[in-house]
T-cell receptor, first 110, second 115 residues
Framework: EDKVVQSPLSLVVHEGDTVTLNCSYEVTNFRSLLWYKQEKKAPTFLFMLTSSGIEKKSGRLSSILDKKELFSILNITATQTGDSAVYLCATLQGAQKLVFGQGTRLTINP | EPEVTQTPSHQVTQMGQEVILRCVPISNHLYFYWYRQILGQKVEFLVSFYNNEISEKSEIFDDQFSVERPDGSNFTLKIRSTKLEDSAMYFC?????????????FGAGSRLTVL
């Protein structure tokens, strides 16, 4: 059975801290791994990772994929209260289907 | 920025009633999807749709579910006879057809509550 597992499930930190969110996967027909941020409703796209070892960056967020060990991490530096959200990891299988992890609920306290 | 639009934002229905959830995907996208998220659980794939037919569906997408693209802009999900366990947030998503554009853009969701 295809599995995407995120850890931790919940994380509370203070503004300014750096956080690392983890995602491991065991899926068939893997093509890419995607990170989404879910605040109130719609997941919004952050990164898509297809190749191992190539870091993707967007401002204070960065992510990397290890296809040998089957995991990805999402780093957020200098966290702000606006980073509070559920962060979803998903693998793209074939051309069609995203398989999601259960998400990490990140809370940034001022 | 282009977005996927879903209506209604919230629907309350009685068990056994039919519901139709509507989506307007991004205009130049040709792959369409429905996902759902039961409260407190993972986002789950329901169905993908391309070239006016279902290209893949999950075990959840049984005979009670159907999808349709009735015109050039709308993409609908119909649940024929709702059950309590159909209560969830239903997300529509779309993506462009060109190779490598594997990023799905999600709508804000339709919350379905079955009583």
């Amino acid at each position: 059975e295809d599995k995407v597992v995120q850890s931790p499930l919940s994380l509370v930190v203070h503004e300014g801290d750096t956080v690392t969110l983890n995602c491991s996967y065991e899926v068939t027909n893997f093509r890419s791994l995607l990170w989404y941020k879910q605040e109130k409703k719609a997941p919004t796209f952050l990164f898509m990772l297809t190749s191992s070892g190539i870091e993707k960056k967007s401002g204070r967020l960065s992510s990397i994929l290890d296809k040998k060990e089957l995991f990805s991490i999402l780093n957020i530096t200098a966290t702000q209260t606006g980073d509070s959200a559920v962060y979803l990891c998903a693998t793209l299988q074939g051309a069609q289907k995203l398989v999601f992890g259960q998400g990490t609920r990140l809370t940034i306290n001022p | 920025e282009p977005e996927v639009t879903q209506t209604p934002s919230h629907q309350v229905t009685q068990m056994g009633q039919e519901v139709i959830l509507r989506c307007v995907p991004i205009s130049n996208h040709l792959y369409f999807y429905w996902y759902r998220q039961i409260l407190g659980q993972k986002v789950e794939f329901l169905v993908s749709f391309y070239n006016n037919e279902i290209s893949e569906k999950s075990e959840i997408f049984d005979d009670q579910f159907s999808v349709e693209r009735p015109d050039g802009s709308n993409f609908t999900l119909k649940i024929r006879s709702t059950k309590l366990e159909d209560s969830a947030m239903y997300f529509c998503a779309s993506r462009a057809v060109r190779s490598g554009a594997n990023v799905l853009t999600f709508g804000a969701g339709s919350r379905l509550t079955v009583l």
